[in-house]
């Protein structure tokens, strides 16, 4: 629960409020925690956020193509016509389609995994491996089988689903039939390309200071990165564990998944290098912010309706949350379509 010592954030010098956002949202990255937060600055905010013409659609547009007829407009009778402020459903990356979409001020931001980690995620949650031919019939034997030789099993499975260089073909990478680029300049290419088109890149292994991070550069408030840590188990995007793991399997991984190696590891330097920006009291903020994650998780499942305070601190104002935050810290993209479409359209 929260305590009495917390205190407020003391702004250092000029800093700009930026509502409008662009999220590319990576699959198995964490990506469904930097959205639900997303929906919810949109909301609190009274910003539009863009939303599929069909309610529930998780995706917008096909492919890197989005046209007029397959997003919602601001209505009429929204506080803020002909804007849109928020992009954070599933699309890929095609800059000239959305600086026309957005506004010039639009700051683009993204996530990253590391690469085996993140598909190791997606072969469960997404139950890949029911889609291996001749494979092996438990899960966690499939996934070995498929790190073995996973250019064997490439030409073996019966699913559309992304299962090489996936964060790459998201970001908009000039993939070829076998979902490669044909030499690492090239990749390095779009990769430099991609570091002067965005904002932030974040690192889901790192995702509280990537968040912090995130927050400074938009001159957001602590409140508005808020997350229910649990939100993470739901979302399956948690760590499994599955033992030693040979090294020739990573190896082997490693070789036909290139392209999302060299851009994780690009951003991941980047990200550390924006960090050291910040100065020695980076850290002491995000262990502040932690502690209030922490708190909050706590608050939001307890049984008190009793509304919890965050006094003034050296890193936020005064703040609270109550249990109508709770329910849309653990609101689902489905669920805050409908409630963001009922908010627009009535």
């Known amino acids: 629960m929260p305590d009495s010592s ?7 010098g000029l800093c700009i409020l930026n509502t409008d956002v662009v999220f590319i949202y990576t699959p198995a990255c964490g990506s469904e925690v930097v959205q639900s937060i997303l929906f919810r600055f949109g909301y609190q905010k ?4 863009t939303l599929p013409v069909r309610p529930g659609n998780p995706s917008i547009g096909s492919g890197d193509v ?12 929204f506080s803020r016509p002909n804007q849109l402020n928020i992009l954070a459903h599933r699309t890929r990356y095609n800059k000239d389609t959305m600086r026309k979409m957005f506004p010039e001020t639009t700051r683009y931001i993204t996530i990253l995994r590391h690469p ?11 139950q890949i491996y029911r889609y291996l031919r001749e494979g092996s019939s438990s899960s966690a034997a499939s996934l070995k089988d498929y790190l073995n030789d996973p250019k064997y099993w490439e030409s073996r499975k019966s699913t559309s689903s992304c299962t090489r260089n996936c964060m790459s073909a998201v970001l908009g990478f000039p993939l070829d039939d076998t979902m490669n680029v044909r030499d690492t300049q090239t990749a390095m290419d779009v990769i430099k390309q991609l570091e002067s088109d965005f904002a932030l890149v974040l690192i889901f292994e790192y995702l509280d200071q990537s968040l912090v991070l995130l927050k400074r550069h938009m001159c957001w408030k602590v409140q508005d990165i808020i997350y229910d840590t649990r939100f993470l188990f739901l979302s399956k995007v948690h760590n499994f564990d599955y033992r030693a793991r040979p090294e020739n399997l990573a190896d082997s991984f490693r070789r036909l998944n290139m392209v999302d190696y060299l851009l994780y590891d690009h951003f991941n330097r980047t990200l550390w290098a924006k960090i050291a ?5 980076f850290d002491e903020e995000v262990d502040c912010y932690r502690n209030i994650l922490k708190k ?11 509304t919890a305070f965050f006094r003034t601190h050296k890193w936020h ?11 849309m810290l653990l609101r689902r ?8 479409r009922r908010r627009y359209y009535v």
Not at 318 to 327: G, P, Q, S, Y
């Open 6 to 12: 917390e205190s407020s954030e003391e702004e250092g």
């Open 46 to 49: 009274d910003l539009f956020v």
């Open 66 to 77: 989005i046209r007029d007829e397959d997003f919602l407009h601001p209505s009429v009778n």
């Open 116 to 126: 085996l980690r993140r598909f190791e995620t997606d072969f469960f949650a997404s």
């Open 277 to 281: 920006e910040e100065g020695p009291e």
């Open 296 to 306: 909050v998780t706590q608050y939001c499942h307890t049984n008190t309706n009793k």
């Open 317 to 327: 104002e005064k703040f609270k949350v109550n249990k109508d935050m709770c329910k």
């Open 333 to 340: 993209s489905k669920e805050w379509d409908g409630f963001l």
